[in-house]
């Protein structure tokens, strides 16, 4: 589970990792009087539970408390990567000379922690694998010894550092860790961690993600749903597992395995699935209809591709319910439809004869999906 910057925030405070002075405002009046009581320029932080907010919009940099104002008022109520925004943290702007990534997660492969540093921070760890792989130092930590003073030492070296800024990072690194491991992490880190211009190091954003089978250990902290998007929420309510990716084929099935196995063959050929919905094994038309609409609710979608296994779940009345939700709709994008099992036959007529085109095996129909979201 995901808790917010705030919270993370807080528990590296009381490490005395050094935080940037920060409050947490629910609205835009708050953020104003946070801002004049920093008295400098701020950073408004929206807190919605997701990485990438710079990019996206949820972090503003603010020169006075009219402007923090503004941008609050703007941003509290705004929806960012899907989610509503509840709530900023408004924190004091640090001038930053250098960005660095810190982090622990866990391998569960080679069953160890890994710690993860790196020079290039502010950037996503993803994105910088890509880049430049070797600008990560990665070190295994023994689960039991845990991180030893010569391994943060070690980290801080390979990345650069020296002096005094050095053996902060090395100090850094075990609170961190000692966060990590007290909280029942799966990922603790600071991206970016600053270096002042006086070579003292500061966090600028701290992430925590919680072991959710340790949950039971940490009742501070209630499991929330924040984490879903809107659309999320609104499938939960409809009884339809959804989940939202970042690409542009949605993909409608019955069965979580299915969904999951044409999740796989449809990124093999290239494509970039838009979301993973399962309506459920024992599906009707009506379940189908509202797939079909929860679906196409997702905007920039290029193609969607309906695979469905008939069993309980009857082909042709997939296909009724299929029928009526696309003559419904006013969204036109290419349908790619893999059907097979019961009543086939008839749920292939009632498509042919609504000009629905379908076919036979998984690997052509996601091929076709693809090429369908490429033109
Ligand atoms: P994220 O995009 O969700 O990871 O949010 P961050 O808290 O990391 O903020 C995004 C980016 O804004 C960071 O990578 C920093 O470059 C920048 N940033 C955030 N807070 C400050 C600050 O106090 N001062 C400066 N100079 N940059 C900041
Ligand atoms: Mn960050």
Do not use: W
């Not at 939960?236 to 044409?262: E, H, P, S, W, Y």
């Amino acid at each position: 589970m995901k808790i917010h910057e705030y919270q993370a925030r807080e528990l590296f405070e009381k490490k005395n990792i050094p935080v940037p002075r920060a409050y947490l405002c629910k609205n835009a009046d708050e953020v104003k009087k946070a801002a004049t009581n920093i008295g400098k320029p701020v950073v408004v932080k929206a807190q919605i539970l997701v990485a990438g907010r710079g990019k996206a919009g949820g972090v503003k940099l603010a020169g006075n408390s009219e402007e923090a104002y503004k941008i609050a008022d703007t941003m509290i109520g705004s929806v960012i990567k899907g989610i509503q925004v509840n709530s900023v943290l408004v924190v004091e702007a640090e001038k930053a000379a250098k960005e660095l990534y810190i982090g622990f997660t866990l391998d569960r492969a080679k069953r160890c922690v890994v710690f993860i540093a790196s020079s290039e921070g502010g950037v996503d760890l993803e994105v910088l694998a890509h880049t430049s792989p070797d600008k990560i130092y990665r070190e295994e930590i023994d689960p039991i010894l845990g991180l030893h003073a010569y391994q943060a030492r070690e980290a801080a070296d390979a990345i650069g550092l020296k002096g005094k800024t050095a053996n902060d990072f090395s100090s850094i690194a075990q609170k961190i860790f000692q966060i990590f491991e007290a909280v029942d992490a799966d990922l603790a880190e600071s991206n970016p961690l600053a270096i002042r211009s006086d070579g003292s190091l500061v966090a600028l954003d701290s992430r925590l993600t919680l072991d959710d089978n340790a949950l039971y250990r940490h009742p501070e902290y209630k499991q929330v749903d924040e984490e879903l998007t809107l659309i999320e929420r609104e499938a939960q309510a409809a009884g339809l597992a959804f989940v939202q990716l970042d690409g542009d084929i949605g993909i409608i099935g019955n069965g979580a395995g299915l969904v999951m196995g044409t999740l796989d063959v449809v990124a093999h050929f290239g494509g970039k699935p838009a979301n993973f919905l399962d309506m459920g094994g024992g599906s009707n038309a009506e379940s189908v209809y509202a797939a079909v609409k929860l679906c196409l609710k997702q905007k920039n979608l290029k193609a969607v591709f309906v695979n469905i296994l008939g069993g309980i779940t009857k082909c042709d009345d997939v296909a009724n319910g299929l029928v009526r939700a696309l003559k419904e709709s006013q969204v036109k994008i290419p349908f790619t439809v893999r059907m097979v099992g019961t009543n086939e036959e008839e749920g292939r007529r009632i498509l042919s004869e609504n000009g629905i085109a379908f076919l036979d095996s998984m690997e052509t129909a996601a091929q076709a999906v693809v090429k369908a979201a490429r033109q």
